[in-house]
């Protein structure tokens, strides 16, 4: 990516998503930031901005040319067509895919928001981590710090946000619809997750939180191996939960050294500027709590009174925020203009 004296020229494919708005949102606070907005399958339509109905330009080759760097944070399709483009374009371009579907193409390599050791970009194709997989490999390199970890066992909660509006306003609908004695839409979940917890999805359903689970591990396997050479770990267990919550990750985790942890030592450990500790003296962090925040919030740290080199802790994040500023991040310290920012 070329120097410059102000953030590079950004193409912003999904500008409508939930995921574009916080992205939105986090370019503007820069001086200089020229975003270019587009629909979130990169062709010509309407959208929305600020409430009023917007044309949408298709995303094309020219568009392309014009930018120095695409930001892909809408459908899959979209994300396919910028692929296309950018390729035969021959790499040219930088591309920063938020959403995770181009994480299998050769040219991409995988980097997170916070924690991971982040170098300027290798690839013109680089995928932002999973949120999810994000959070573990920071807390797990934290505490890998203080002595060797043996087992980690993980419960991921995950909410509608992170499949975009349609989730949200599938939820939505169905605790409207059930507390009204209405029929449920289904079109997302292909079941009721208003009120209840989902192991899986209704077989119908477009997509399957079988392959969001596959993802984390996948991206969580990469952080953790780009950091391995400072923390020795083995791979954590991890399963993934579809909670009935509009916004942020909530996760569960077991951890068991190899010798018995204290307490303190691991606060001490884990308090750094991503993450914060809410110690005994306050209520323990919430997917509510952390809306619109950057790092991690962990809380509830205890022992295992089974087991006495275990403890268990509880940590959240916004889902949105720490894909919006690994985005940021990427921008920021691959172009060197971090002296431009308010």
């Keep these: ?3 410059a004296n102000k953030l590079p020229k950004i193409a912003l494919i999904g500008a409508d998503t939930l995921l574009g708005r916080d992205i939105q949102e ?9 975003v270019e907005l587009y629909a979130a399958n990169g062709e010509a339509g309407f959208g929305e901005n600020e409430g009023e109905a917007t044309y949408r330009k298709p995303f094309d080759e020219a568009a392309l040319k014009a930018a120095d760097v695409v930001v892909v944070a809408g459908t899959e399709e979209g994300a396919e067509k910028v692929y296309r483009l950018a390729l035969a374009d021959g790499g040219a371009r930088h591309v920063i895919d938020a959403t995770g579907y181009l994480d299998v193409r050769p040219e ?9 050791p982040f170098k300027q970009m290798e690839s ?12 573990l490999a920071l807390l797990m390199t934290r505490l890998a710090k203080i002595a060797p970890i043996e087992r980690a066992l993980i419960e991921v909660f995950e909410p509608a946000s992170q499949l975009g509006k349609r989730g ?11 507390l009204a ?33 596959q993802r984390i591990l996948s991206h969580l396997a990469t952080l953790l191996d780009r950091s391995a050479q400072t923390a020795p770990w083995p791979m954590p267990s991890v399963r993934l939960v579809q909670a009935p919550v509009f916004h942020g990750y909530s996760v569960s985790c077991w951890i068991e050294f190899a010798s018995r942890p204290d307490i303190a030592t691991i606060t001490a450990a884990l308090a750094s500027e991503e993450i914060e500790v809410r110690g005994a003296d306050l209520d323990p962090p919430s997917n509510v709590g952390v809306a619109g925040e950057t790092g991690v919030q962990v809380g509830d740290l205890r022992a295992d009174p089974n087991s006495a080199r275990a403890i268990w802790l509880w940590a959240v994040a916004d889902n949105l925020r720490l894909t919006a500023t690994a985005v940021e991040r990427m921008l920021l310290e691959s172009d060197g203009t ?5």
């Design 338 to 342: 971090k002296q431009h920012t308010h």
């Design 181 to 213: 004695f209405r029929p449920l839409e289904r079109k997302v979940f292909d079941a009721q997750l208003s009120y209840s917890m989902l192991a899986a999805y209704g077989e119908d359903a477009p997509a399957q939180l079988g392959s969001a689970e």
């Design 108 to 116: 991409a390599r995988i980097a997170a928001a916070l924690g991971s």
């Design 1 to 3: 990516m070329r120097k």
């Design 124 to 135: 013109w194709l680089v995928v932002v981590a999973h949120p999810a997989a994000t959070m």
């Design 168 to 178: 949200i306003n599938e939820l939505q609908q169905q605790t409207t619809a059930l």
């Design 26 to 34: 986090v370019l503007e606070k820069y001086a200089g930031a020229s």
